[in-house]
């Protein structure tokens, strides 16, 4: 129904930005593979999917067409809905889940939010001969333990040092390092006195 959105990067959130379109945001949710490419205020464009539910209207949008055409092969897939395949999508890259699919490697799929033994040899049914291989060698440890998406906290703090000129990418391992219960200040605080150690 829509096929991309082109427009001015006006919020980046852990697991959405909003799209500035000629005066309308729209909310996007996307993976992290996109949202590391996206920056405040610049221009970009997303190939979109638009998720029909009696309750919503959702957008997932994607920073390059192997991404989207990836995503709308898992959703294809029975049990795995949009919100199962953008977790997959942000905790493996295209080329190491093609690879996996391929490779029949129930123990990095397993590793994958959301897919049970189940879910991950229905991946491997239903896609093994609709994929690209991918290529490299693909262990469980390759699947990023991704902080829990939506968590107002991480959200937060992943939102302002993202404001501040730090990618996705980079954001993620130090979150995952950060001690419960900080709130979304002393995260900030921590990230910021982890990148400082790298230089």
Do not use: N, W
Request: proline letters at 2%; charged letters at 20%; aromatic letters at 6%.
């Amino acid at each position: 129904m829509i096929g991309f959105l082109r427009g001015r990067v006006a919020h980046l959130l852990a697991d959405c930005c909003l799209l500035d379109v000629g005066g309308v945001g729209y909310r996007v949710y996307i993976a992290s593979a996109t949202r590391s490419r996206l920056h405040m205020g610049e221009e970009a464009t997303l190939f979109t999917h638009l998720s029909v539910r009696e309750d919503a209207l959702t957008l997932y949008g994607f920073y390059s067409q192997e991404e989207y055409d990836i995503f709308q092969q898992l959703i294809s897939v029975s049990g795995i809905g949009p919100k199962v395949a953008l977790g997959i999508l942000s905790a493996i890259s295209v080329d190491k889940l093609c690879a996996a699919i391929h490779g029949q490697q129930l123990t990095v799929l397993t590793k994958l939010p959301g897919i049970g033994k189940k879910s991950a040899q229905r991946l491997i049914l239903e896609l093994k001969d609709k994929i690209a291989a991918g290529s490299g060698d693909i262990a469980a440890d390759d699947v990023s333990d991704m902080p829990v998406v939506g968590d107002d906290t991480i959200s937060e703090a992943t939102a302002a040092l993202i404001s501040l000129g730090y990618s996705q990418a980079e954001i993620d391992p130090v979150m995952r390092r950060a001690g419960e219960g900080m709130d979304a200040a002393a995260l900030i605080r921590f990230a910021l006195s982890e990148f400082g150690k790298r230089k």
